[in-house]
């Protein structure tokens, strides 16, 4: 901003003097100078402002999410399997742990979509987890083989909520020991494992909803 300042005020003095050459051309030098250094400055930190307002969202985002993962935490006490409350507190510890490592400087921006992927699988496995829930709390209501089916559907969600988990930490790891030794991140390769943990986890969402919807037929099994 000074330059352009500067340039101005010599074009006003050149003006005042009825015109003075290298008033005049010291005022061009200051304000082609100064805008032509502002729009330089602008190019090379495009990256960070970015950045800045990425994180910024980012932020938002995630405390939201930190207030809806902590009113899951109690409902999952109350489904007394240690479990449950061990994979939340796991997939918590994951995804801090991947925030550390793509929030440094000159990461965060081409780690982009490696971030929105974990975003998506840590959110199903989170998803699997308030299914498992469900199963529980349905099967308090039920007595023999129906509350035996339940609970077994409930399992198959706990097995594969542990096979989502130890993927999504597997790629977290490889990440962020990049990061840490600054290789190169082949960040191609991570978005395959990722694109493939979610589809994994994806199948066990629909599969989930399939047992859902037919709820009704559960509920002549409910203790009267």
Do not use: C
């Not at 910024?56 to 409902?75: C, S, V």
């Not at 959110?123 to 077994?152: I, T």
Request: charged fraction near 30%.
């Amino acid at each position: 901003v000074i330059p352009v300042v500067g340039g101005i005020t010599a074009g006003l003095f050149s003006w005042a003097v009825g015109g003075s050459e290298m008033l005049t051309l010291a005022s061009a030098a200051g304000i082609l100078g100064g805008i032509g250094w502002m729009l330089t400055r602008m190019i090379f930190k495009v990256e960070d402002i970015t950045e800045e307002v990425m994180q910024a969202e980012l932020n938002e985002r995630l405390l939201q999410e930190q207030r809806e993962l902590d009113e899951l935490a109690k409902k999952l006490l109350t489904d007394r399997d240690h479990r449950t409350q061990d994979y939340l507190t796991l997939l918590r510890s994951v995804r801090g742990e991947f925030e550390e490592a793509a929030s440094k400087p000159g990461i965060q921006f081409r780690s982009a979509k490696i971030r929105e992927q974990v975003s998506h699988v840590f959110g199903a496995a989170v998803d699997q987890l308030r299914h498992s829930y469900k199963r529980w709390e349905l099967s308090e209501n039920l007595v023999g083989s129906a509350r035996d089916k339940v609970l077994q559907e409930r399992e198959q969600v706990l097995d594969e909520i542990e096979v989502t988990i130890d993927r999504l930490r597997a790629t977290v790891r490889q990440f962020h020991e990049m990061v840490k030794s600054q290789e190169k991140v082949d960040l191609a390769s991570m978005r395959e494992e990722l694109d493939a943990t979610m589809r994994i986890a994806k199948r066990t969402e629909e599969r989930m909803r399939e047992i859902e919807n037919p709820s009704a037929n559960h509920e002549s099994f409910i203790r009267e």
